[in-house]
């Protein structure tokens, strides 16, 4: 026996409940003929029949009874269900899932949802802090938050930050006791404080720009983090040379606990941007995340 469709057996509910092939196909928006032939159909497929005709009245059989009784409740139940889904659809609910990096999280996102989250209490965000370039998609998050340059040329982008520059610091008792670095190159002879990235399991590489010269370097040194937190706190202590966003360090180097070198390595940069895949719909409550993360000057 093949299974009956919804429409079918709501077709059935509306005749039975109805008692009148008129009055059914009024309420479904059908021709007479086409609800027959669709009751017709459903008793041929149940091998049964549902409904006793004449030429005054439809009732529904002794089975039909029964399969009235288990199907109404059931397809009221859906139709509520797409009702209160169709209010939905324009209200600005449901939980927005974000994959940042850590200090996107704590200077950008955090600061943002602080006064966007109090007027919109149905809409929840869940942000996972760390430094995997990870596969949103894959993952099942509705979006991420990547260096401009890093996010792939097939999501949609969006800036939701100033422009950037690195620093590399460190304390000024640490270079009482080493000479300060005056190119890139001269950082492979220093006690460097470095930070390994989860996506490659290796070693991040300090980039420096200074007009049409581009350098990378690979610094070693005692002291390895994955929280940037910690390499702040280390680069204050005296243990090596860090190299950081420079809002982290910014109020470090005007007080005197740290000073920066290499400062004319340290170009500008694109900064933040929110990114998700072009083919997926925005719901409103993702619209709303969105502008509300949104980077104006």
């Known amino acids: 026996m093949s299974t009956p469709s919804l429409n079918d057996l709501a077709a059935f509910v509306a005749v039975a409940t109805e008692r009148s092939f008129t009055r059914a196909s009024a309420r479904l928006g059908v021709s007479q003929s086409a ?35 288990t199907l109404a409740p059931r397809l009221d139940e859906i139709e509520q269900e797409l009702s209160a889904l169709a ?44 430094h995997g370039l990870t596969d949103i ?17 097939d999501m949609i982008a969006v800036r939701i930050g100033p422009a950037m520059r690195m620093a590399v610091v460190a304390a000024p008792n640490y270079f009482e006791r080493h000479p300060r670095p005056t190119t890139p190159q001269d950082l492979t002879g220093h006690n460097c404080i470095n930070i390994r990235l989860p996506t490659y399991g290796g070693l991040s590489v300090w980039e420096f720009e200074k007009g049409q010269r581009e350098v990378r370097v690979r610094v070693e040194g005692q002291l390895i983090f994955n929280n940037a937190q910690m390499r702040l706190a280390s680069a204050l202590d005296g243990l090596g040379i860090a190299y950081m966003p420079d809002d982290l360090v910014v109020d470090h180097v005007a007080a005197g606990r ?7 390595w340290c170009e500008p940069f694109a900064g933040y941007h929110l990114y998700y895949p072009s083919r997926r719909h925005a719901s409103p409550a993702f619209a709303l995340v969105i502008e509300a993360l949104r980077y104006r000057n």
């Not at 990096?101 to 996972?128: C, K, N, S, W």
């Not at 998609?137 to 040329?153: N, S």
């Not at 740290?258 to 004319?264: G, K, N, S, T």
């Open 35 to 69: 609800l027959s032939q669709t009751i017709k159909g459903l008793e041929t497929r149940l091998g049964m029949p549902l409904l006793t005709r004449n030429t005054r009245s439809v009732a529904p059989t002794e089975r039909g009874e029964r399969l009235l009784r």
């Open 258 to 264: 740290l000073e920066r070198v290499l400062e004319d």
């Open 87 to 130: 209010a939905l659809r324009d209200k600005p609910v449901g939980t927005i899932r974000i994959t940042a990096g850590e200090h996107p999280a704590i200077t950008l996102l955090q600061p943002a949802l602080r006064r966007f989250l109090p007027d919109h209490p149905d809409i929840h965000v869940e942000i996972a802090a760390d």
């Open 137 to 153: 998609v894959a993952e099942g998050y509705d979006a991420g938050v990547r260096i401009g340059e890093q996010v792939a040329k």
